[in-house]
T-cell receptor, first 111, second 114 residues
Framework: QKEVEQNSGPLSVPEGAIASLNCTYS??????FFWYRQYSGKSPELIMF????GDKEDGRFTAQLNKASQYVSLLIRDSQPSDSATYLCAATLEYGNKLVFGAGTILRVKS | NAGVTQTPKFQVLKTGQSMTLQCAQD?????MYWYRQDPGMGLRLIYY???????DKGEVPNGYNVSRLNKREFSLRLESAAPSQTSVYFC?????????????FGPGTRLTVL
């Protein structure tokens, strides 16, 4: 059983809409959660991290964490074509020394 | 300030050949990681080094060895390459442990084993 699950997509949204990306995890001991963006042929780059239940906002991005449901999400407001990429969700394992990544969700923003 | 560098960028090997992937960082980070990325599989941790002088296995260590040469450099060796090791390999670094500090990724090495 994969420890971090994401819908592979592609998720298609029109420019200016809200894109909602979801992730579930299986290890109840996971404490920290990360969202990385990866453009085609490039390396992953961190967008946001979240440790506490609730919402965390950074510009157009909002991360949401619900530890009871083992669910993490990323909302992208006012989506732009430049947001088109693969979004990777990651969770910590084993006292925070390692991350486990989901397979990623492909997002396509249509202009 | 180059951040995280990886060499080579591309490599083609024949089955059974050996090679070493190099990773270097100038960020003064303590922790370094090797991942592989395959289509539909996401990033999978091969080995990591929480500090100079220590290394530990990740999810998929079989067929690989690592060396933390010093604080700056962390190499990944394939002793006898197999087609199943065809992948994109990423090195990453973080100041502290993965769970609290951002991981910064190198540009990747695209390896094909024939």
């Amino acid at each position: 059983q994969k420890e971090v699950e994401q819908n592979s997509g592609p998720l298609s949204v029109p420019e200016g809409a809200i894109a909602s990306l979801n992730c579930t995890y299986s290890d109840r001991g996971s404490q920290s959660f990360f969202w990385y963006r990866q453009y085609s042929g490039k390396s992953p780059e961190l967008i946001m991290f979240i440790y506490s239940n609730g919402d965390k906002e950074d510009g157009r991005f909002t991360a949401q964490l619900n530890k009871a449901s083992q669910y993490v999400s990323l909302l992208i407001r006012d989506s732009q074509p430049s947001d088109s990429a693969t979004y990777l969700c990651a969770a910590t394992l084993e006292y925070g020394n390692k991350l486990v990544f989901g397979a990623g969700t492909i997002l396509r923003v249509k202009s | 300030n180059a951040g995280v560098t990886q060499t080579p960028k591309f490599q083609v090997l024949k089955t059974g050949q050996s090679m070493t992937l190099q990773c270097a960082q100038d960020m003064n980070h303590n922790s370094m990681y090797w991942y592989r990325q395959d289509p539909g599989m996401g990033l999978r941790l091969i080995y990591y080094s929480a500090s100079e002088g220590t290394t530990d296995k990740g999810e998929v260590p079989n067929g690989y060895n690592v060396s933390r040469l010093n604080k700056r450099e962390f190499s990944l060796r394939l002793e006898s390459a197999a087609p199943s090791q065809t992948s994109v390999y990423f090195c990453a670094t973080s100041h502290g442990v993965a769970g609290r500090d951002t991981q910064y990724f190198g540009p990747g090495t695209r390896l094909t084993v024939l």
